[in-house]
């Protein structure tokens, strides 16, 4: 596609329940984030792929957050046992294949989490 | 830990004046530095990057951001705002490793 698309673009869950959120990175980018944005306050990095391996998850706040990418290209985030605290924005952005931090990364629209 | 501070959540502006909006970064290694903006209910676009080289940088749209190591920022400006500057503007910072970090936004308000 022309850009970094994410879905569902809103999601209201209860307190408790499991969520997935999606990303399609814009096509032959190989390096992918995610970040986190909550009312008030900065991008939270969570996660970032190189191809399909996460070299680092020490961004996910809790072992209820986990990420997955499948392929290369599509990812998944997951959120078990949602709690209020967990209602924001979640960002994912995706890179050029170097993906090196010097690289642009470009943003998708984001997923609005809500939970009840 | 890195950490990044944007000094004032929300920057009001008259339509012509200048526009600075204030970045500041801790860092033990040289840093790769980045200006992003968010207009409304839009996603997050590059408005200019600091990898090595020149510390004065030029974006889009007129804005530019200095790099000044002693001082450990890098605050963006832009000489004359337009209306259509109005938007949230994040820093972000990143020593390698493909980490970033973003400040809390500076939503910015320009009026006619």
């Known amino acids: 596609g022309a850009g970094v698309s994410q879905s569902p673009s809103n999601k209201v869950t209860e307190k408790g329940k499991d969520v997935e959120l999606r990303c399609d990175p814009i096509s032959g980018h190989t390096a992918l984030y995610w970040y986190r944005q909550s009312l008030g306050q900065g991008l939270e990095f969570l996660i970032y792929f190189q191809g399909n391996s996460a070299p680092d998850k020490s961004g996910l706040p809790s072992d209820r957050f986990s990420a997955e990418r499948t392929g290369g290209s599509v990812s998944t985030l997951t959120i078990q046992r949602t709690q209020q605290e967990d209602s924001a924005v979640y960002l994912c952005?995706?890179?050029?294949?170097?993906?090196?931090?010097?690289?642009?990364?470009?943003f998708g629209p984001g997923t609005r989490l809500t939970v009840l | 830990a890195q950490s990044v501070t944007q000094l004032g959540s929300h920057v009001s502006v008259s339509e012509g004046a200048l526009v600075l909006l204030r970045c500041n970064y801790s860092s033990s290694v040289p840093p790769y530095l980045f200006w992003y903006v968010q207009y409304p209910n839009q996603g997050l676009q590059l408005l200019l990057k600091y990898t090595t080289g020149a510390t004065l940088v030029k974006g889009i749209n007129g804005f530019e951001a200095e790099f000044k190591k002693s001082e450990t920022s890098f605050h963006l400006t832009k000489p004359s705002a337009h209306m259509s500057d109005a938007a949230e503007y994040f820093c972000?910072?990143?020593?390698?490793?493909?980490?970033?970090?973003f400040g809390s936004g500076t939503k910015l308000n320009v009026k006619p």
């Open positions: 972000a910072v990143s020593e390698g490793f493909n980490k970033f970090y």
């Open positions: 952005a995706s890179s050029s294949s170097t993906g090196g931090s010097n690289n642009e990364q470009f």
